[in-house]
């Protein structure tokens, strides 16, 4: 069973940069789809990025598209998200997800989260 732990999140400024990151102890993690997704107060949980390992292929939202790059380490069995030139709309819980397989940005298809992990950007 996988578990993902993420880290990295904290206090950046407008047009500031963090790297996320999202670790698992299962030797598996990269036959996984894994996604990142991130919550606002008051909102719904929307996807923001996710990569398909064993297709080479990574997806994102439309809102962070030319400014987030996700990426894999398979050695260290780690998803990465970083985040560069943030807005303060980008101030979120941001969760990292696992799934076996379906639509990438549907969260309904992803079988275990993470604790999230706070990004807060100040203007």
């Known amino acids: 069973q996988v578990q993902p732990v993420e880290s990295g999140g904290g206090l950046v400024q407008t047009g500031g940069s963090l790297r996320l990151s999202c670790a698992a102890s299962?030797?598996?993690?990269?036959?996984?789809?894994v996604g990142w997704f991130r919550q606002a107060p008051g909102k719904e949980r929307d996807f923001v990025a996710a990569?398909?390992?064993?297709?080479?292929?990574?997806y994102y939202g439309e809102s962070v598209k030319g400014r987030f790059t996700i990426s894999g380490d398979n050695a260290k069995n780690t998803v990465y998200l970083q985040m560069n030139n943030l807005k303060p709309e980008d101030t979120a819980v941001y969760y990292c997800?696992?799934?076996?397989?379906?639509?990438?940005?549907?969260?309904?298809?992803?079988?275990?989260w993470g604790q999230g992990t706070q990004v807060t950007v100040s203007s």
């Open positions: 997800a696992a799934s076996k397989g379906g639509r990438y940005f549907d969260r309904g298809v992803y079988d275990y």
């Open positions: 299962e030797r598996a993690f990269n036959r996984y789809t």
């Open positions: 990569i398909w390992w064993s297709g080479g292929m990574t």
